[in-house]
């Protein structure tokens, strides 16, 4: 993998705490009581704010990483790996902010699913 892989792939990371916070932070922030006197629109608006910073990352790491820019991966790798990359950092977000949570192993079963996929996409056919 090039160097434009690497930062390819650590964008797609930091893009998906972003997610993860936006789409799911609410959730955990619910036990503050200023927080859940907030109306929704003002929730939905926070997450935007958290997703614009996933945007901040996610645009140019797919475009530093397709292939067509000189990057390493075509469409169909990009959209793997940033699933890979979205449910491991969902996975380790669930761990430490909602430990009442409990990883089952059809869950670990699924997220092995997924690492194949990433494998399959990138079999040379």
Same mark, same amino acid.
């Given at each position: ?10 964008? +797609?990371?930091? !893009? ?6 936006? &789409? ?9 009581? &200023? #927080? ?10 926070? !997450? &935007? ?23 390493? #991966?075509? *469409? ?9 990359? !979205?449910?491991?950092? @969902?996975?380790? #977000?669930?761990?430490? @902010? ?15 699913? +997924? ?6 996409? @990138? *079999?040379?056919?």
């Amino acid at each position: 993998m090039n160097v434009n892989g690497i930062y390819t792939v650590l964008m +797609l990371i930091m !893009s998906n705490i972003f997610m993860t916070f936006a &789409w799911y932070g609410h959730l955990r922030l619910r036990e503050f009581k &200023w #927080f859940q006197a907030l109306p929704l629109l003002i929730v939905v608006l926070l !997450s &935007w704010g958290i997703a614009l910073f996933e945007y901040c990352f996610q645009i140019p790491a797919n475009r530093l990483g397709y292939k067509d820019n000189g990057g390493p #991966f075509n *469409l169909l790798q990009l959209k793997v790996i940033q699933e890979a990359i !979205s449910i491991s950092v @969902f996975a380790v #977000f669930t761990i430490v @902010f909602f430990q009442h949570e409990t990883i089952k192993w059809n869950h670990v079963a699924g997220f092995s699913l +997924l690492i194949i996929a990433v494998y399959l996409v @990138f *079999l040379d056919q």
